[in-house]
Structures are given as C-alpha cells and as structure tokens.
C-alpha cells in the first residue's frame, strides 16, 4: 500500500503480559516516528528514527516500553508487562526526511485488561 | 516546558467560515503543523508554517506569529465532512543528546458543523 501500515489495527490483552506492535512505514521514508493518544488527550511523542542515527527516546514513558527499527524500514514497539494505563492508540509516522510532514498510519487500539 | 492551546470544542454553519486559534509556548520552536483526524482514523496533514504570514491552500489557510506563540487554522464554505479534530502540532528540535524532530501536539479542537 501507498501509506503507512500498522498492525494489529486492535490488541486486547490482560494486565502483565507483553505485546508487540508493528509499524511499516512509507517505502523511502527515512524518518518513523511513534506516538500514542490516550481519550481525551492530545497525541504523546514516545520515540524518533532517523536513518541510521541514534534515536530519540525522551518520550518513552517508562523502561517497560521500548523500539527497535531493523534495516531502516519497519518497526516494532514492544511494551512489557502491560498495566491498564498502557491503553491507548499507538500511532506510527513517518516523513520522507525529518524537515517534511509526518504521514501517519491507522494506529493500534491497545486495550489492557 | 511546553504548551500548546487550543478551544477544545467549537460549531459552526454548513457553509460559514470558521477559525481555530492555537497558541504555543516551546523551545527549540522549527515550525508548526496542523492536522485534521476525524474520529477513528489517523490524522492527515493539512498545513505547515516555519515563517510568519498565512498559508493559503484550497479552503484551508494558515497563520502564524511566532513573535506571539500564536497561530489559527481558518476553514471557509465549510462542509459536512469537515466536522472533526483539528490538532495543532509544534515541531520541537531541540537537541537532547542527539538531533530530534518531534511533535508536540495540543490536545485538539472537536469542529461541528451543522446543517
């Protein structure tokens, strides 16, 4: 497809057990970004990757939560011992270089039970 | 820190003009962005400004000020289809150790129009 694809589109899963989500990104896209958007709320910045930079993981909200982009394409962001206020939309983006406007992807409804 | 506001909630006419204000206070400010998400589905990009003055594409113009942390998304002969969320959206490069290009949103204003 032409944009970015995320998948599962919806997770449901009980408290304490680790989920994966998969991000593929715009093919030639340089930059992916992750981002989560809980009700009510405005979208969260969580991780940035540039190329083969280090990425920016200020906005990861705690070492439960971490990303990893192989070969430049997709991504995975793996949450670990998921807790009830892990819920939330995950949102995937990426942009062609970093100074061009992120395109985003459906998201993963994530819902801990 | 960082803030970013906007109205959470506005109506407008079918057909009307309607302008969304945002106003913004960050570091390491590189451009602003807005977004339309209607519920559901991801958000779309509909602008950007990195200099003062209006951007005017289609329907849609945008403005900033950045002497005033200050933007608006202005929507003209509004349609049915434009009721949604119009997210606000500051590019933040600061560099945390390593080069950044983040965004940081606001928390979005829910447009509905009515017949």
């Known amino acids: 497809g032409a944009g970015v694809s995320q998948s599962p589109s919806n997770k449901v899963t009980e408290k304490g057990k680790d989920v994966e989500l998969r991000c593929d990104p715009i093919?030639?896209?340089?930059?992916l970004y992750w981002y989560r958007q809980s009700l009510g709320q405005g979208l969260e910045f969580l991780i940035y990757f540039q190329g083969n930079s280090a990425p920016d993981k200020s906005g990861l909200p705690s070492d439960r939560f971490s990303a990893e982009r192989t070969g430049g394409s997709v991504s995975t962001l793996t949450i670990q011992r998921t807790q009830q206020e892990d819920s939330a939309v995950y949102l995937c983006?990426?942009?062609?270089?970093?100074?061009?406007?992120?395109?985003f992807g459906d998201g993963t409804r994530l819902s801990i039970l | 820190g960082q803030n970013i506001d906007q109205p959470t909630e506005m109506t407008a006419t079918e057909g009307a003009i309607v302008q969304i204000n945002c106003t913004y206070q960050?570091?390491?400010?590189?451009?602003l962005f807005w977004y339309q998400q209607h519920a559901g589905e991801a958000p779309t990009f509909l602008s950007y400004?990195?200099?003062?003055g209006l951007e005017e594409k289609g329907r849609f113009s945008s403005f900033l000020s950045r002497s005033k942390g200050y933007s608006y998304l202005l929507l003209k002969e509004l349609q049915m289809k434009d009721s949604a969320s119009y997210l606000c959206?500051?590019?933040?490069?600061?560099?945390?150790?390593?080069?950044?290009?983040?965004?940081?949103f606001g928390t979005g204003t829910l447009l509905a129009v009515q017949p």
């Open positions: 960050t570091s390491g400010f590189n451009g």
């Open positions: 959206a500051v590019r933040d490069l600061r560099n945390y150790g390593g080069a950044t290009n983040k965004l940081i």
């Open positions: 093919s030639g896209h340089t930059a």
């Open positions: 400004n990195v200099l003062d």
């Open positions: 983006a990426s942009s062609r270089y970093s100074n061009q406007p992120q395109h």
